[in-house]
């Protein structure tokens, strides 16, 4: 019923590209924002980007540049283009939502690593 789910992670090069997916339940998705976030082995989770239902986006100061959310209203669907990544963005992605009765949801993760 009410799922994230999140793929797009994999081995990349340091300098490029990979563009994760996060398909959200339809009450999730309606909700005020959406939000990526990331975990490194041994550190807390990390809010690296936010998008809200009017399509307004916030980042992290360290991805601020180099990633860029958005949503796709048709497919509710919610994007995290990752550009110029770097060894230090290497960790498992999150796809964050809060529904309408104010529950918030996470999806599984998908890995992410940046070799050198």
């Known amino acids: 019923q009410i799922q994230l789910v999140e793929s797009g992670g994999g081995l990349v090069q340091a300098g490029g590209s990979l563009k994760l997916s996060c398909a959200a339940s339809?009450?999730?998705?309606?909700?005020?924002?959406m939000s990526w976030y990331r975990q490194a082995p041994g550190k807390q989770r990390e809010l690296i980007a936010t998008?809200?239902?009017?399509?307004?986006?916030t980042y992290a100061d360290n991805v601020r540049g180099r990633f860029t959310i958005s949503r796709d209203t048709a497919k509710t669907t919610v994007y995290l283009q990752m550009n110029s990544l770097k060894p230090e963005d290497t960790a498992v992605y999150y796809c964050s939502g809060i529904s309408g009765s104010s529950i918030r949801y996470w999806g599984q993760g998908t890995q992410v690593t940046v070799s050198s």
């Open positions: 998008i809200t239902s009017g399509g307004t986006t």
């Open positions: 339809g009450s999730i998705f309606s909700g005020n924002f």
